[in-house]
């Protein structure tokens, strides 16, 4: 059946009944096999893939190969691919790697190990081979990015760089019922100081006190625009002074910060991804957080990386 379909031509590829999730067994993620994202994908896979993305929060491919413009066609499926919003901190439009010279869509950011020269160090400005602690992406922006798509291009052959994703709903739903009720109507500012790995921002100031903390405010509890169901929405924290709750003492906003990332970050919402040259995932910045365990600095690490537009935050 498969061979026949093959030979019927570029419009046999992707068909829904080839597509199939497969769930982690975690608290999400899912894989999809039976999708090749180089290849045109029809309508109602597209509907499919949507769905199982509202479901799983986390989706991801093995062994895919996809140009550029392939992998901004894939993000498209989800929404609109944009700029990431650390690009404007990237100098380069392209990257150095084994001696020669990538150059990079705009649309595209680079997640590397690498410098200048193209060789795999513990920090160059970005993430570097850095521990990435538990975050949602960008949001430290007034509207931040719906999804965010990774696609490995060089991993290193010894492990190191798992990335982690935890469910955000769950983490929400089990919430202590004081908790629930402490962060009710409550906004934080999110600190655009540092990125996830603790550097700061090329020209901008250390803060040395909550006000100076530059970034937005979100609420605490979002509402999915998809899905509608409440998640716990608490972006990054850096070493003090960093996010704050408003409206509140410090010492209170730190104690209550304290336990709600204590309570997030239990692995029991938590997967794990090994990643394989080839991988494509996906993952939801509304509804879950991602960290990254530290990359072995002796070994290129690359990924290209697109965001998916999102929307204004809705209260929960
Ligand atoms: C990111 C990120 C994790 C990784 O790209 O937003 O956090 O595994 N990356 O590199
Ligand atoms: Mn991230």
Same mark, same amino acid.
């Given at each position: 059946?498969?061979?026949?379909? =093959?030979?019927?031509?570029?419009?046999?590829?992707?068909?829904?009944?080839?597509?199939?999730?497969?769930?982690?067994?975690?608290?999400?993620?899912? %894989?999809?096999?039976?999708?090749?994202?180089?290849?045109?994908?029809?309508?109602?896979?597209?509907?499919?893939?949507?769905?199982?993305?509202?479901?799983?929060?986390?989706?991801?491919?093995?062994?895919?190969?996809?140009?550029?413009?392939?992998?901004?066609?894939?993000?498209?499926?989800?929404?609109?691919?944009?700029?990431?919003?650390?690009?404007?901190?990237?100098?380069?439009?392209?990257?150095?790697?084994?001696? =020669?010279?990538?150059?990079?869509?705009?649309?595209?950011?680079?997640? @590397? !190990?690498?410098?200048?020269?193209?060789?795999? +160090?513990?920090?160059?400005?970005?993430?570097?081979?850095? %521990?990435?602690?538990?975050?949602?992406? !960008?949001?430290?922006?007034? +509207?931040?990015?719906?999804? @965010?798509?990774?696609?490995?291009?060089?991993?290193?052959?010894?492990?190191?760089?798992?990335?982690?994703? !935890?469910?955000?709903?769950?983490?929400?739903?089990?919430?202590?019922?004081?908790?629930?009720?402490?962060?009710?109507?409550?906004?934080?500012?999110?600190?655009?100081?540092?990125? @996830?790995?603790?550097?700061?921002? $090329?020209?901008?100031?250390?803060?040395?006190?909550?006000?100076?903390?530059?970034?937005?405010?979100? $609420?605490?509890? =979002?509402?999915? $625009?998809?899905?509608?169901?409440?998640?716990?929405?608490?972006?990054?924290?850096?070493?003090? $002074? @960093?996010?704050?709750?408003?409206?509140?003492?410090?010492?209170?906003?730190?104690?209550?910060?304290?336990?709600?990332?204590?309570?997030?970050?239990?692995?029991?919402?938590?997967?794990?991804? +090994?990643?394989?040259?080839?991988?494509?995932?996906?993952?939801?910045?509304?509804?879950?957080?991602?960290?990254?365990?530290?990359?072995?600095?002796?070994?290129?690490?690359?990924?290209?990386?697109?965001?998916? !537009?999102? %929307?204004?935050?809705?209260?929960?």
């Amino acid at each position: 059946m498969k061979s026949a379909q =093959r030979t019927a031509g570029s419009n046999a590829v992707n068909q829904p009944e080839q597509l199939q999730v497969i769930p982690s067994g975690a608290a999400l993620g899912a %894989e999809i096999r039976g999708v090749d994202l180089s290849q045109p994908v029809p309508d109602a896979t597209r509907e499919l893939l949507r769905k199982a993305w509202s479901d799983h929060l986390v989706l991801f491919w093995r062994k895919q190969t996809l140009p550029d413009e392939a992998f901004l066609a894939a993000a498209g499926i989800f929404g609109t691919p944009k700029e990431p919003a650390a690009r404007k901190y990237q100098v380069a439009g392209g990257y150095r790697i084994g001696g =020669r010279m990538v150059p990079l869509h705009p649309h595209l950011s680079l997640i @590397s !190990n690498l410098d200048e020269d193209g060789n795999p +160090v513990k920090d160059n400005g970005g993430l570097g081979s850095y %521990e990435v602690v538990w975050h949602s992406d !960008n949001s430290y922006v007034a +509207v931040p990015p719906a999804g @965010s798509m990774l696609y490995s291009i060089v991993i290193p052959t010894n492990g190191g760089g798992d990335t982690w994703f !935890n469910n955000q709903y769950k983490a929400y739903e089990d919430l202590p019922a004081d908790l629930k009720v402490a962060i009710k109507g409550r906004s934080q500012i999110h600190d655009a100081s540092r990125n @996830s790995a603790g550097v700061l921002r $090329p020209t901008v100031k250390m803060p040395t006190k909550p006000e100076e903390v530059p970034g937005p405010a979100h $609420p605490l509890v =979002r509402i999915h $625009p998809a899905t509608g169901k409440p998640a716990l929405y608490l972006g990054r924290r850096r070493d003090w $002074p @960093s996010n704050y709750i408003i409206g509140m003492s410090n010492a209170d906003s730190e104690a209550l910060l304290d336990r709600l990332w204590a309570h997030a970050t239990q692995e029991k919402y938590a997967w794990k991804h +090994v990643w394989q040259v080839g991988d494509v995932i996906l993952w939801d910045n509304r509804c879950a957080m991602h960290y990254r365990s530290e990359v072995d600095s002796s070994q290129p690490r690359v990924m290209h990386r697109t965001v998916i !537009n999102g %929307e204004a935050v809705i209260p929960g």
